[in-house]
């Protein structure tokens, strides 16, 4: 067989395995479709991206409102626990890395530095997540999420237990420990997995030189949450006050406060589905500075509270199979944090509270409920430096990614997908030496597993 | 040489005449599925299609139902009570007579509203249009729809007053038309005959226990529960009592039903005020006052 003959082959062979799986029949956080024998498609557009159906079940308190909500009508070998991981294979690509480029200088031992594109790709693994949620009884629901990085080591992703439906009221529903913030956009359930795309970059932006890491909307929360929803869930309201310490435990930046508030309405237009809009805000506060003994800080005494806030809309629209969800959000952080300086201590000349603004668009392309195509366009851009004289592009983000997810299988047992997926991130001036443009490219391949 | 070409024309012939006929059945089997997807559903000024419907139904209701509609779904063997085999057109929650098709509004409330004490939830985050299509693709399922037209809905007399006398006819009702045989004679489901209940697919069924829920298979309201047993549950063995009840007997049978139930209604008040004690099953039935 020549080598043509062999690549056509091969060809065939895949295309041929392609379409007999895809013909395969239909079939996700599976320990709750365990639970009430639904596949992973009734609660998610494609999982883990929630749909109408799963936003009601989730507002609800992973309660599905009928009689088999609490843990004591299912089997007692039932066990609400899920585990996902990624094995995968992917290619990572920075334009701009740090160098050597001599020997160091005999004064300073410093050697002098240059730029260089470095490609690195081979077998990997994720993180692990150990999901495990539901009730404890009617209207008293929980989840607890013990997470693991790359190399095995833990942290707790998420801790909470909510009351849910008090007074018999869907408006009033209170959760209590470590959760997501009430963001419809959910960088938790996001498509994507790529080291670039995996995350939304409006979510943890913070501009050069800001010492603000307290603002980030992505990541869980310490605090209590108040969420509200109509019976059919088409209005929902949130309203969460968190603890300033970008949830991490042991009473970091203890006795500051954030709030964070989210509000959105879907309309229902025929036979194109529910059309949602919506709008948040965070508004917080957190410490500049703490005490010190031995130079060393003191825990519990931080102090010099300077503010922050973001704030935005979002939309999520059907048009058939075609979904397109949108979030913009304005942002700004006091001054202080702006130019890393402790609000005990002048500013700078000239420092002025560092402002932006992002936009992302994220079509999905539900070709049927086994394969999904994406895309995510998200830019951010400063319209306010810290300081006088800083470029006005530094820090300012584009980041691109394109994908496809195939699930071969979809049992209401355990989700199985191939993932497919190119980014791209350009960060303005951020190059380490030349303080140019630095980009990154990922390409991912990975067999996204849970059961 | 000549005999071997004489083979190989037969064996080319039944080759095409083999393919010829599994090109046209696949055409009939298509057009029948497309005739089958030209089903439509009414529910006010909506027009439901079943063609619209087909991916919503592979995402939703496949794993229960099945792709064929026949409640084989991969879940079913671990579901209970079994999920409806829509290629019979039986459904429990009807507006019309027993035996009769329930009307496209029936099924639009059944998928919106959920079947209580099932795996049945309620899908009123799908758009109203989403539902109405998926009305129409569940007709799909069954030729009867067809050749039959649904039942006209049973006309349900505006609710009088609810009074004393009323609740104490409603037990009287509830011994006579021997209730308490299934459903036990204080409403839990343990009547004598309880153990011995089948559904129509020859499957165990038990009957309602009043004293645990909240919300009835067919709905919640006085209406609801009036239209359960003027219909009855079709499927199930819980009949019609259309030809033994009239309209004021039924109320008064629904108002002595929510005297069971564990929540606080103003008909379980007036019993208590009564006194009301659960029926005697052996003691002679006092013939309710007609009305």
Redesign the interface.
């Known amino acids: 067989m020549t080598s043509p003959q062999r690549s056509l082959a091969f060809a065939v062979l895949l295309a041929s395995l392609f379409f007999c799986c895809s013909v395969q029949d239909a079939h996700a956080i599976p320990a709750f479709a365990r639970k009430y024998g639904l596949r992973c498609s009734a609660c998610h557009v494609a999982w883990p991206v929630l749909n109408d159906f799963g936003w009601r079940f989730k507002d609800n308190g992973y309660q599905l409102m009928n009689d088999r909500d609490a843990p004591i009508w299912q089997n007692p070998s039932y066990f609400p626990i899920t585990l996902r991981i990624t094995p995968n294979w992917h290619r990572e690509n920075t334009n701009k890395v740090a160098v050597d480029i001599g020997p160091p200088d005999p004064v300073t031992g410093i050697s002098p530095q240059g730029e260089t594109s470095i490609t690195q790709h081979g077998f990997d693994h994720s993180g692990l997540d150990i999901l495990t949620g539901g009730t404890l009884e009617k209207n008293l629901s929980f989840l607890l999420v013990p997470s693991a990085i790359e190399t095995g080591e833990f942290h707790f992703e998420s801790v909470w237990v909510r009351l849910d439906n008090l007074f018999k009221s869907p408006w009033l529903n209170v959760k209590f420990g470590k959760f997501e913030l009430d963001n419809f956009l959910s960088e938790k359930r996001i498509l994507n997995l790529s080291a670039n795309g995996g995350s939304y970059q409006l979510y943890h932006f913070i501009p050069v030189g800001d010492s603000n890491m307290f603002g980030q909307i992505g990541d869980n929360q310490l605090g209590l949450e108040w969420l509200g929803h109509s019976f059919n869930d088409h209005t929902r309201f949130s309203a969460a006050v968190i603890s300033s310490s970008d949830g991490s435990p042991d009473l970091v930046n203890a006795n500051t406060y954030t709030g964070f508030f989210s509000a959105s309405q879907a309309f229902d237009l025929g036979g194109l589905g529910l059309q949602r809009v919506g709008g948040y805000a965070m508004i917080g506060q957190a410490p500049t500075y703490s005490l010190t003994s031995q130079g060393v800080p003191v825990p519990g005494s931080s102090l010099g509270n300077e503010s922050f806030h973001r704030e935005g809309v979002f939309g999520d629209f059907y048009i058939s199979r075609l979904d397109v969800a949108f979030y913009y959000q304005h942002g700004s952080d006091d001054a202080h944090f702006g130019t890393a300086t402790p609000a005990n201590v002048p500013l700078p000349d000239g420092a002025r509270a560092p402002t932006w603004n992002g936009f992302f668009v994220e079509p999905h392309f539900t070709v049927n409920p086994q394969l999904v195509l994406f895309h995510r366009s998200e830019w951010v851009r400063m319209s306010q430096q810290a300081l006088p004289g800083t470029p006005s592009d530094l820090g300012d983000i584009d980041n691109y990614s394109f994908g496809f997810r195939w699930y071969p299988i979809m049992t209401s047992r355990a989700g199985f997908a191939f993932h497919s997926e190119y980014s791209w991130l350009r960060q303005r001036g951020m190059s380490p030496v030349t303080a140019t443009d630095l980009t990154n490219n990922s390409v991912f391949f990975g067999f996204d597993f849970d059961f | 040489m000549r005999t071997k070409l004489l083979r190989w024309s037969l064996f080319l012939g039944a080759a095409a005449m083999l393919a010829l006929l599994g090109v046209s059945s696949a055409q009939v089997t298509q057009q029948q599925q497309e005739g089958e997807m030209g089903v439509e559903s009414h529910i006010g000024k909506?027009t439901g299609r079943a063609s619209?419907a087909k991916?919503n139904y592979?995402?939703?209701c496949?794993?229960?139902h099945g792709?064929k509609g026949d409640g084989n779904g991969?879940?079913a063997p671990?579901?209970d009570p079994k999920p409806r085999d829509f290629t019979l057109a039986t459904f429990k929650c009807r507006s019309t007579p027993t035996g009769t098709l329930p009307t496209d509004e029936d099924l639009f409330n059944t998928i919106g509203r959920?079947l209580?004490?099932?795996?049945?939830?309620?899908?009123?985050?799908?758009?109203?249009?989403?539902r109405a299509?998926m009305v129409a693709y569940v007709k799909h399922f069954s030729p009867r729809w067809k050749t039959e037209k649904p039942g006209t809905p049973i006309q349900v007399p505006h609710e009088p007053e609810v009074s004393a006398d009323r609740i104490k006819a409603g037990l009287q009702l509830f011994q006579k038309m021997e209730c308490w045989k299934c459903h036990g004679p204080e409403g839990h489901g343990d009547g004598p005959s309880a153990p011995t209940l089948t559904d129509s697919k020859d499957r165990p069924i038990p009957p309602y226990d009043f004293t645990e829920?909240h919300?009835f298979k067919c709905g919640q309201t006085d209406e609801d529960l009036y239209k359960i047993f003027m219909t009855g549950l079709d499927g199930t063995p819980m009949p019609s009592f259309a030809d033994n009840l009239n309209p004021e007997q039924a109320w008064d049978l629904v108002f002595y039903l929510r005297t069971l139930q564990p929540m606080h209604t103003k008909e379980k008040d007036i019993a208590k005020q009564l006194g009301l004690k659960p029926i005697e099953p052996n003691a002679p039935a006092t013939p309710p006052a007609d009305k």
Not at chain 2, 116 to 130: A, F, I
């Open positions: 909506l619209a991916t592979r995402r939703y496949v794993g229960c792709e991969e879940n671990w579901i959920g209580d004490n099932s795996n049945m939830p309620q899908w009123l985050p799908l758009s109203k249009q989403n299509d829920g919300r």
